[in-house]
């Protein structure tokens, strides 16, 4: 074992408002963190966390990650769609036609989130959160299946998609043309290294995979690092 998602993080100028809203859309129960973060642990006691740090970027485009949601009937999905509206989501128009079956919502802080219709193969098994579908290109796709030693589960027409051996939430990439990166991304990934791994160690092999430190590397509490398409993660 390396790398470990360990969580994914929000910034956000009301860390708890957001953390809120989550809790109510996913079901978590939210827990205080130190610096002011707010955390939703998983539901299970394993998997990933989600994380809200205090954050004051402006939102200047959509962002280049997102959550997908699961359905498991029309009703399901109607629901999920209801809760969120009635917690402080919005609808959106990220140029969706009116023949797909998903629905386009934003949070409070405006990060878009997509509510997937019921019947997605893709997605089946893998829980609520079926998916944090990314902006990015199919060398970033290898370059987080070599880091989380996550096997590829999606390979086809530039799009790419891993997931943990144990199941769960995958994470997409879906291929060129990817937007350019402008300012702090939003949603990002924080690492942890294994047991017994040390932190140079693993900074060492991920930059031989294709990372990069940028400046002193300092961000939220850890390392901060980018990968080969330049959205930011950390330990």
Same mark, same amino acid.
């Given at each position: ?34 610096? &002011?973060? #707010? !955390? =939703?642990?998983? /539901? %299970? @006691?394993?998997? $990933? ?51 797909? &079956?998903? #629905? !386009? =919502?934003?949070? /409070? %802080? @405006?990060?878009? $989130? ?60 879906? @291929? ?60």
């Amino acid at each position: 074992m390396t790398s470990q998602l360990f969580a994914i993080c929000f910034r956000s100028p009301r860390p708890s408002e957001a953390a809120r809203f989550w809790s109510e859309v996913l079901g978590r129960q939210p827990a205080g963190g130190p610096g &002011g973060d #707010v !955390v =939703l642990p998983p /539901p %299970d @006691g394993a998997g $990933f966390r989600i994380r809200f740090l205090p954050g004051q970027e402006p939102k200047t485009g959509e962002n280049r990650a997102h959550f997908d949601l699961t359905s498991t009937s029309p009703e399901d999905q109607r629901a999920t769609v209801a809760r969120a509206l009635e917690h402080g989501g919005r609808h959106i128009d990220v140029g969706q036609t009116p023949d797909e &079956g998903h #629905v !386009v =919502l934003a949070d /409070p %802080d @405006g990060n878009e $989130f997509c509510v997937i219709e019921p019947g997605n193969e893709f997605l089946a098994g893998t829980g609520f959160i079926g998916a944090l579908a990314c902006d990015g290109t199919r060398k970033v796709g290898y370059f987080w299946s070599r880091a989380l030693e996550w096997p590829l589960v999606w390979d086809q027409d530039e799009e790419t998609a891993v997931q943990s051996p144990d199941g769960g939430t995958k994470i997409t990439w879906g @291929g060129p043309p990817v937007a350019p990166k402008t300012g702090v991304n939003r949603l990002f990934l924080e690492l942890a290294p294994a047991d017994g791994i040390g932190l140079e160690a693993e900074c060492e092999r991920l930059v031989g995979l294709g990372a990069t430190r940028p400046g002193d590397g300092a961000g939220d509490g850890g390392v901060l690092m980018l990968d080969p398409d330049t959205p930011d993660y950390q330990f």
